[in-house]
């Protein structure tokens, strides 16, 4: 099956039916609603901060807007994990994973703690946000800046104590505040939290960079009194380590101990001592014993991810495919600031509905998650035993026009999208899929490759009418395809563009399995990892 406008058309105008405008219920989470939240916890005999955080079940009719502090956490040194002398092996995923899984678990421990709530994983990224006490700015900043303090001494003494060199990392964080609005799509194994606004994205972009430590922005440094920089310094100038304790201690009600880092050393203890409980040690130091990976035979829509875990994971060749809305930060300020909190939540459950639709029924894609307003996508053509390269970049290809088809279609229908636009980037590469970190519900969905980070790397370079194929997809394409993009990024590839650039021959594979072609498969490997270069990532939730 391919995009269809009829059926996207019929598709839009049913989810504008299912959460419309006026029955968007927007809430001020306040005393009050704590206090409701806090009471509806203990009558499932819950306790609320450990067993499920403050807002993480937002009904699908429900905004929040929340003034709160939002942390992004970086592990500086993920991206040394996935290769292994210059290749992406089945050695070096297995390691990645490894890693994230320890560092997830740490991560979550000290989540726990703060009773901040967790928003998101994705790869070397944490977002989560602080919201409690209520009506006290200040001391929301002091326990967020406590919380990375201890996040990152946390991280850092895993690393250390449970995989010697191999899983360590240094860690960088970016902290801002002020308000955003809080709601959530999805259910069980999918379940997708989300904060849109300014504070989460600047929090994510002081949070890029190549240097550890912790850094604030101005907002957060007004509250706490301190200087500020300007946004052209924010990501340069870290938190003096002795401010960091100092505050921590403040968040403790220990302002007399000073700069003792001690009290936030007896928190990473425990946090570590509670992850041992966790995890299984010998695990660690032999990841072969618990990372097993298998392959998926497209197409990729029939993963279950509630199914994956660490002793069943899947490894396989793919495109990842990165669509980011351009334009939809400044929009959601907008709303809030102008009193249309609802319109902006209804449009985003009906583009993020079509969407993952276009991607599952129209191109047979699996979503991996939404990252706000970005969707992660994995496509696959082949067989049991092999993907078939060209075959399956171009079927991403297809797959991006059909992203950016359904997205004109949702901006010509909705109210307010102006000229936002999409950004869409894509790679080919062998890649990883696990369940990872704490188990049961809250464990993570998880792809992690240079495919998935050139893709998503790709899109953040774009504007809102190009897209873009990262080097390994421009080496396997057909020679429509790479002759077209390897000028560079494209503009306004929809799906009639994108039917025009794949060749009959080619366009009949995206529907069936191909054959294997007797031509070099380049993947992962060292013939790839010339061609690929890292680059940073403007992909915030």
Same mark, same amino acid.
Request: glycine content about 10%; charged content about 25%.
């Given at each position: 099956?391919a995009?269809d406008?009829?059926?996207s058309?019929?598709?839009?105008?049913?989810?504008?039916?299912?959460?419309?405008?006026?029955?968007?219920?927007?809430r001020?989470?306040?005393?009050?609603? /704590?206090t409701?939240?806090?009471n509806?916890?203990?009558?499932r005999?819950?306790?609320?901060?450990?067993?499920?955080?403050?807002?993480f079940?937002v009904p699908?009719?429900?905004?929040?807007?929340?003034?709160?502090?939002?942390?992004y956490?970086?592990?500086l040194?993920?991206?040394?994990?996935?290769?292994?002398?210059?290749?992406e092996?089945?050695?070096?995923?297995?390691?990645?994973?490894?890693?994230?899984?320890?560092?997830y678990?740490?991560?979550?421990?000290?989540?726990?703690?703060?009773?901040?709530?967790?928003?998101d994983?994705?790869?070397?990224?944490l977002?989560?946000?602080?919201v409690t006490?209520t009506?006290?700015?200040?001391?929301?900043?002091?326990?967020a800046?406590?919380?990375?303090?201890?996040l990152?001494?946390?991280?850092e003494a895993?690393?250390?104590?449970?995989?010697?060199?191999?899983?360590?990392?240094?860690?960088?964080i970016?902290?801002?505040?002020?308000r955003?609005?809080?709601?959530?799509?999805g259910?069980?194994?999918d379940?997708?939290?989300?904060?849109?606004?300014? *504070?989460?994205?600047?929090a994510?972009?002081?949070?890029?960079?190549d240097?550890?430590?912790?850094?604030l922005?101005?907002?957060?440094?007004?509250?706490?009194?301190?200087?500020?920089?300007?946004?052209?310094?924010?990501?340069?100038?870290?938190?003096?380590?002795?401010?960091q304790?100092?505050?921590?201690?403040?968040?403790y009600?220990?302002?007399?101990?000073?700069?003792?880092?001690s009290?936030?050393r007896?928190?990473?203890?425990a946090a570590?001592?509670?992850?041992?409980?966790?995890?299984?040690?010998?695990t660690?130091?032999?990841?072969?014993?618990?990372?097993?990976?298998?392959?998926?035979?497209?197409?990729?829509?029939?993963?279950?991810?509630?199914?994956?875990m660490?002793?069943?994971?899947?490894?396989?060749?793919?495109?990842?495919?990165?669509?980011? /809305?351009?334009?939809?930060?400044?929009?959601?300020?907008?709303?809030?600031?102008?009193?249309r909190?609802?319109?902006?939540?209804a449009?985003?459950?009906?583009?993020?509905?079509?969407?993952?639709?276009?991607?599952?029924?129209?191109?047979a894609?699996?979503?991996?998650?939404?990252?706000?307003?970005?969707?992660?996508a994995?496509i696959?053509?082949?067989?049991?035993t092999?993907?078939?390269?060209a075959?399956?970049?171009?079927?991403?290809?297809?797959?991006?026009?059909g992203?950016r088809?359904?997205?004109?279609l949702?901006?010509?229908?909705l109210?307010?999208?102006?000229?936002?636009g999409?950004?869409?980037?894509?790679?080919?590469?062998e890649?990883?899929l696990?369940?990872?970190?704490?188990?049961?519900?809250?464990?993570?969905r998880?792809?992690s490759?240079?495919?998935?980070?050139?893709?998503?790397?790709?899109?953040?370079d774009l504007?809102?009418r190009?897209?873009?194929l990262?080097?390994?997809?421009?080496?396997?394409?057909s020679?429509?395809?790479?002759?077209?993009?390897?000028r560079? *990024?494209?503009?306004?590839?929809?799906h009639?563009?994108a039917?025009?650039?794949?060749?009959?021959?080619?366009?009949?594979?995206?529907?069936? *399995?191909a054959?294997?072609s007797?031509?070099?498969?380049?993947?992962g490997?060292a013939?790839?990892a010339?061609?690929?270069?890292?680059?940073?990532?403007?992909?915030?939730?």
């Open positions: 099956m995009w406008l009829n059926r058309r019929n598709r839009i105008a049913h989810f504008m039916t299912t959460v419309p405008q006026a029955s968007i219920d927007v001020t989470f306040d005393q009050a609603y /704590l409701q939240r806090i509806e916890a203990r009558a005999g819950k306790r609320l901060g450990l067993d499920e955080a403050p807002i079940a699908r009719n429900r905004a929040i807007l929340v003034d709160g502090v939002h942390v956490a970086q592990l040194d993920y991206h040394d994990q996935i290769q292994e002398q210059g290749r092996t089945e050695a070096s995923h297995k390691r990645v994973l490894q890693f994230l899984h320890l560092h678990s740490a991560t979550d421990r000290v989540v726990e703690e703060f009773e901040a709530q967790r928003v994983y994705h790869g070397p990224r977002h989560a946000v602080v006490p009506g006290d700015e200040r001391q929301r900043v002091l326990r800046v406590a919380f990375a303090v201890t990152k001494e946390t991280i895993a690393g250390r104590d449970f995989g010697g060199s191999r899983l360590r990392t240094r860690v960088r970016g902290i801002d505040t002020g955003a609005v809080a709601v959530s799509s259910r069980g194994a379940l997708e939290p989300l904060f849109l606004g300014s *504070p989460a994205n600047h994510a972009k002081l949070a890029e960079g240097r550890p430590g912790i850094y922005s101005d907002r957060a440094r007004k509250v706490l009194s301190e200087p500020a920089v300007g946004w052209a310094y924010e990501r340069s100038t870290a938190l003096a380590e002795d401010r304790y100092g505050y921590a201690n403040d968040a009600g220990q302002t007399q101990s000073g700069y003792d880092p009290p936030t007896a928190r990473v203890q570590v001592r509670a992850l041992k409980s966790d995890l299984d040690l010998d660690l130091t032999s990841p072969e014993a618990v990372f097993r990976f298998h392959r998926h035979e497209p197409p990729l829509r029939t993963i279950d991810f509630a199914e994956l660490p002793s069943r994971s899947i490894r396989m060749a793919l495109g990842s495919v990165f669509a980011d /809305l351009s334009g939809f930060t400044a929009y959601v300020d907008a709303c809030i600031l102008t009193g909190i609802a319109e902006m939540t449009n985003l459950h009906v583009i993020r509905g079509e969407l993952a639709a276009c991607a599952r029924d129209d191109f894609a699996r979503k991996v998650r939404f990252i706000g307003d970005c969707l992660h994995l696959a053509v082949g067989t049991r092999a993907t078939e390269p075959a399956t970049v171009d079927a991403a290809v297809m797959l991006t026009g992203l088809s359904s997205f004109d949702c901006r010509g229908m109210p307010g999208l102006g000229a936002m999409i950004a869409i980037g894509a790679e080919y590469g890649t990883p696990s369940r990872i970190g704490i188990r049961g519900e809250r464990s993570v998880c792809a490759s240079k495919a998935v980070t050139a893709s998503e790397a790709l899109q953040s504007t809102g190009q897209t873009a990262g080097p390994v997809a421009l080496v396997n394409a020679v429509s395809v790479r002759t077209h993009f390897g560079g *990024p494209v503009e306004d590839l929809d009639a563009r039917e025009r650039l794949v060749s009959p021959g080619r366009h009949a594979s995206l529907t069936k *399995p054959a294997i007797s031509g070099l498969l380049i993947s490997g013939a790839a010339g061609a690929v270069r890292e680059r940073g990532s403007g992909r915030h939730a």
